[in-house]
């Protein structure tokens, strides 16, 4: 794909990739002048209209979307290399920390079992991210599913979800990388971080957390092969130590620390699921690199499915071989495995998991460099954000400015704050985006535009509604008396009600063309209502942080993405006389 001098032009002109003009940034009809711009103002409600009813297609996304980056991206990957993208993207510090942590505090022993239902959970999500990224092989990823399924404001919703745990999620993880580099040097907390007397939380700056986000995304702008390449590396060295973890906590495993198995009862099982299901996040960004996958149909589902079945074993493993190890009161909450190989007189054996977890988060900052820029870059193309990010350099095959704008965005946030009051706000924003990943799998099984009888498609919506409804009701029942049961009698068949009655009431208007999700509808609509049970055990604090975010999503989107999408959406439809070239670059406007 050559590169081309304008939007929605027919001619194609080379153009450099460097470049800053406003034809770059604001190309769209309605900042061309201020005037256009109070002219879109004044038709934001028809508009918002629009875009709230409008939906993408298949062709769309996968043909007309990428003309947007000018260059394409290169095909160079195989099931092998998205096996261990997907290995490293997804083990990082979490199951280190996380596991004695919601042991000791929540599940006892028995949070082996807690690993299996958020496994479960994930492992379900991945089904939906699979089927979608086989069908429509962009780099959108959910944002792409979505926009063709549940429409561009719904799309635009997630897309600002997408961002925001983008740039947070990747602060974080280089945030605690300084803590576990600080910590296998042997060093006081916080000693590689400058102390200054700005205000609490922000007064410990990380520059360590800046670097190594630069050179992750150095690596990542520079090839997606080489990165791949230094993933298997790093992958296989944290496999190493995981390994080690689980055959050295076996053989000096103590049966009897497994009793009592349940202490905290049936309820910490899953308040620890809800926490722990966090170390499973990440492999959504196995699903943005479908446009460079040499054959998706295959590559895809051995890729996501493997990688993640064969996680979900581990995790169970690793949690399973702690608890055996030590009795769960004894664990210790901040460095568990550390702490456990310590009172078995195993004391060099602190350093090893500490460079396993430092390995594990490095492949987790570079596959996440890799992934969000995707994200980004799809974004871009749709024009939500400018256009300018969605170009794919056209020597490196990747999306530099893209991979840019997450980096800068992180390596602010991570050089300043430690994020402790967003972390609930990332696992809300996870979630939610899961969810309706799962929806929009059940709307593309069974509604096509044009095809589908308008009394199928109000059962549809009411079905939907219930399981949706139903769902949230089990959650909320579970938070205000986790020790009822009452009300699960009205929630829970009232779901089964909802999943069966798209399976008795609908038939399928759209079957997969390679590898569909099976047990449709039942398996989509249980992924609806574990993703929602685990969103309602986050607590309100989450909820009123996700609330105040969204507000300012759409405060953009009615000064901004609204206008600059609907443009695009409307752009072959408009006269010739209204396009306009690169000289007309210069005019004045918003």
Same mark, same amino acid.
């Given at each position: 794909? *050559?590169?081309?001098?304008?939007? *929605?032009?027919?001619?194609?002109?080379?153009?450099?990739?460097?470049?800053?003009?406003?034809?770059?940034?604001?190309?769209?009809?309605?900042?061309?002048?201020?005037?256009?711009?109070?002219?879109?103002?004044?038709?934001?409600?028809?508009?918002?209209?629009?875009?709230?009813?409008? /939906?993408?297609?298949?062709?769309?996304?996968?043909?007309?979307?990428?003309?947007?980056?000018?260059?394409?991206?290169?095909?160079?990957?195989?099931?092998?290399?998205?096996?261990?993208?997907?290995?490293?993207? $997804?083990?990082?510090?979490?199951?280190?920390?996380? +596991?004695?942590?919601?042991?000791?505090?929540?599940?006892?022993?028995?949070? =082996?079992?807690?690993?299996?239902?958020?496994?479960?959970?994930?492992?379900?999500?991945?089904?939906?991210?699979?089927?979608?990224?086989?069908?429509?092989?962009?780099?959108?990823?959910?944002?792409?599913?979505?926009?063709?399924?549940?429409?561009?404001?719904?799309?635009?919703?997630?897309?600002?979800? !997408?961002?925001?745990?983008?740039?947070?999620?990747?602060?974080? $993880?280089?945030?605690?990388?300084?803590?576990?580099?600080?910590?296998?040097?042997? /060093?006081?907390?916080?000693?590689?971080?400058?102390? +200054?007397?700005?205000?609490?939380?922000?007064?410990?700056?990380?520059?360590?957390?800046?670097?190594?986000?630069?050179?992750?995304?150095?690596?990542?702008?520079?090839?997606?092969?080489?990165?791949? =390449?230094?993933?298997?590396?790093?992958?296989?060295?944290?496999?190493?130590?995981?390994?080690?973890?689980?055959?050295? &906590?076996?053989?000096?495993?103590?049966?009897?620390? @497994?009793?009592?198995?349940?202490?905290?009862? =049936?309820?910490?099982?899953?308040?620890?699921?809800?926490?722990?299901?966090?170390?499973? *996040?990440?492999?959504?960004?196995?699903?943005?690199?479908?446009?460079? +996958?040499?054959?998706?149909?295959?590559?895809?589902?051995?890729? %996501?499915?493997?990688?993640?079945?064969?996680?979900?074993?581990?995790?169970? %493993?690793?949690?399973?071989?702690?608890?055996?190890?030590?009795?769960?009161?004894?664990?210790?909450?901040?460095?568990?495995?550390?702490?456990?190989?310590?009172?078995?007189?195993?004391?060099?054996?602190?350093?090893?998991?500490?460079?396993?977890?430092?390995?594990?988060?490095?492949?987790?900052?570079? $596959?996440?460099?890799?992934?969000?820029?995707?994200?980004?870059?799809?974004?871009?193309?749709?024009?939500?954000?400018?256009?300018?990010?969605?170009?794919?350099?056209?020597?490196?095959?990747?999306?530099?400015?893209?991979?840019?704008?997450?980096?800068?965005?992180?390596?602010?946030?991570?050089?300043?704050?430690?994020?402790?009051?967003?972390?609930?706000?990332?696992?809300?924003?996870?979630?939610?985006?899961?969810?309706?990943?799962?929806?929009?799998?059940?709307?593309?099984?069974?509604?096509?535009?044009?095809?589908?009888?308008?009394?199928?498609?109000?059962?549809?919506?009411?079905?939907? @509604?219930?399981?949706?409804?139903?769902?949230?009701?089990?959650?909320?029942?579970?938070?205000?008396?986790?020790?009822?049961?009452?009300?699960?009698?009205?929630?829970?068949?009232?779901?089964?009600?909802?999943?069966?009655?798209?399976?008795?009431?609908?038939?399928?208007?759209?079957?997969?063309?390679?590898?569909?999700?099976?047990?449709?509808?039942?398996?989509?609509?249980?992924?609806?209502?574990?993703?929602?049970?685990?969103? &309602?055990?986050?607590?309100?604090?989450?909820?009123?942080?996700?609330?105040?975010?969204? !507000?300012?999503?759409?405060?953009?989107?009615?000064?901004?993405?609204?206008?600059?999408?609907?443009?695009?959406?409307?752009?072959?439809?408009?006269?010739?006389?209204?396009?306009?070239?690169?000289?007309?670059?210069?005019?004045?406007?918003?």
């Amino acid at each position: 794909m *050559g590169s081309m001098g304008e939007v *929605g032009d027919d001619e194609i002109q080379p153009r450099g990739y460097w470049r800053w003009s406003k034809q770059d940034f604001l190309p769209e009809e309605s900042f061309k002048t201020w005037a256009s711009y109070r002219s879109a103002l004044s038709q934001t409600c028809f508009r918002f209209k629009d875009r709230l009813t409008s /939906r993408s297609e298949d062709a769309n996304e996968i043909g007309e979307m990428r003309k947007q980056s000018e260059n394409d991206m290169k095909r160079c990957l195989t099931w092998w290399d998205l096996t261990w993208f997907g290995f490293g993207s $997804v083990i990082g510090a979490g199951i280190f920390v996380l +596991t004695g942590q919601e042991a000791h505090d929540h599940a006892g022993p028995a949070i =082996v079992l807690s690993y299996v239902a958020s496994g479960v959970s994930a492992l379900l999500s991945v089904f939906c991210y699979t089927e979608f990224a086989v069908e429509i092989p962009v780099a959108g990823g959910s944002f792409a599913y979505l926009r063709i399924e549940l429409g561009d404001f719904a799309a635009f919703i997630t897309a600002g979800n !997408i961002l925001l745990e983008s740039i947070v999620g990747s602060a974080a $993880v280089a945030r605690a990388w300084t803590s576990y580099f600080t910590n296998l040097l042997n /060093r006081p907390k916080n000693s590689l971080r400058i102390h +200054t007397n700005l205000t609490e939380g922000y007064n410990l700056l990380d520059p360590i957390a800046v670097a190594v986000l630069a050179i992750a995304a150095t690596l990542a702008m520079i090839s997606t092969r080489k990165t791949s =390449v230094f993933n298997w590396i790093a992958s296989a060295i944290n496999t190493v130590v995981i390994l080690f973890v689980i055959i050295a &906590g076996f053989a000096n495993a103590d049966p009897s620390n @497994l009793t009592p198995f349940l202490p905290y009862g =049936v309820k910490g099982i899953f308040q620890a699921a809800a926490i722990v299901y966090f170390a499973y *996040g990440g492999f959504d960004n196995i699903a943005t690199m479908a446009e460079e +996958t040499k054959n998706p149909s295959r590559d895809i589902p051995l890729g %996501l499915l493997g990688s993640m079945s064969i996680i979900t074993v581990i995790y169970c %493993l690793m949690a399973l071989s702690l608890s055996m190890m030590q009795d769960y009161r004894e664990i210790d909450t901040q460095a568990a495995y550390s702490v456990a190989f310590q009172s078995l007189g195993m004391k060099w054996a602190k350093y090893l998991v500490a460079l396993g977890a430092l390995k594990g988060m490095t492949t987790v900052l570079l $596959v996440g460099a890799l992934g969000q820029a995707r994200y980004v870059t799809h974004i871009a193309r749709a024009h939500m954000i400018p256009p300018w990010f969605a170009l794919v350099h056209p020597k490196t095959g990747t999306p530099i400015n893209a991979t840019l704008l997450i980096t800068i965005s992180s390596g602010l946030i991570a050089f300043f704050s430690g994020l402790d009051v967003l972390t609930s706000l990332l696992s809300l924003s996870t979630l939610f985006i899961f969810m309706m990943m799962a929806v929009a799998l059940l709307v593309r099984r069974y509604y096509v535009t044009g095809v589908t009888p308008t009394i199928n498609l109000l059962k549809l919506v009411i079905f939907l @509604l219930v399981i949706v409804a139903s769902s949230m009701g089990t959650s909320a029942y579970w938070g205000l008396n986790p020790n009822g049961w009452v009300g699960y009698v009205i929630t829970v068949p009232l779901w089964f009600l909802g999943t069966a009655g798209i399976a008795v009431f609908l038939p399928q208007q759209k079957t997969p063309k390679v590898w569909g999700v099976p047990l449709v509808p039942w398996l989509p609509s249980l992924s609806i209502a574990t993703n929602l049970f685990l969103m &309602g055990s986050l607590g309100s604090a989450a909820f009123i942080r996700f609330g105040v975010c969204t !507000i300012l999503m759409l405060v953009y989107y009615v000064f901004f993405g609204l206008h600059a999408t609907y443009d695009m959406a409307h752009q072959q439809q408009k006269p010739e006389s209204l396009k306009f070239d690169d000289g007309e670059t210069g005019k004045t406007g918003p």
